[in-house]
């Protein structure tokens, strides 16, 4: 059975971006994200971003391998392609990696909640399985301020810069503690200032 986003033109979002966005191509880049699990197109370009190979995206998304070769028929598609993916490779590969972890969390979340609601029922505890049970008791100590707090870090690293705490003991008990700034990578590159450049 064919694909429908794979035969016709008009059942992609991507399409009706690239059509509409042609004179602007960075409109276009700024969509992409948004449009990553719902137009394939898209999520093929996205995968494309983060480094994958054409063979390994088709792979991943269960894709014909003449698929990108159809979709390239569409000269607007091919010529974004073509021109435009070292860009986003540059651009939001990071941010596309960030929103495939949120949305994978997200979905983790509701099924962690589903089960815990389950607990807190009357009966709740008794009625469930062996498996739900084991993987209730190892929830509830996933749910600590500890891992909130490096959710946080991973959803906004920028607001979470650390310093470095580095102590020192000798065996005659001299001490030294000394505390250094570490360095954040943004787009790959370090900030001259944090290095003393």
């Known amino acids: 059975m064919n694909d429908v986003f794979e035969d016709l033109e008009t059942a992609d979002r991507f399409l009706e971006v ?63 392609e073509y021109t435009h993916l070292y860009e986003l490779q540059s651009t939001i590969s990071t941010r596309l990696i960030h929103l495939g972890f949120v949305r994978n969390m997200i979905q983790l979340l509701v099924k962690d909640s589903a089960l815990i609601r389950k607990a807190f029922t009357d009966d709740g505890l008794m009625e469930m399985t062996d498996r739900e049970f084991a993987l209730y008791k190892h929830l509830r100590g996933q749910y600590t301020a500890s891992e909130l707090l490096n959710i946080e870090k991973a959803l906004a690293p920028e607001k979470h810069k650390e310093n470095l705490v580095i102590n020192l003991t000798w065996n005659n008990g001299e001490q030294i503690e000394t505390v250094q700034n570490i360095p954040l990578l943004v787009s790959g590159k370090q900030d001259e200032d ?4």
């Not at 996205?46 to 480094?51: F, K």
């Not at 190979?53 to 010529?79: A, G, H």
């Open 18 to 80: 690239l059509e509409s966005e042609r004179d602007d191509w960075s409109k276009v880049i700024a969509q992409i994200p948004g449009l990553f699990g719902s137009s394939k197109r898209a999520t093929f370009l996205s995968y494309r971003a983060i480094g994958l190979t054409e063979r390994q995206v088709c792979n991943i998304m269960e894709l014909s391998r003449s698929t990108p070769s159809i979709w390239r028929k569409n000269q607007y598609f091919k010529d974004f």
């Open 194 to 197: 944090e290095l003393g450049g």
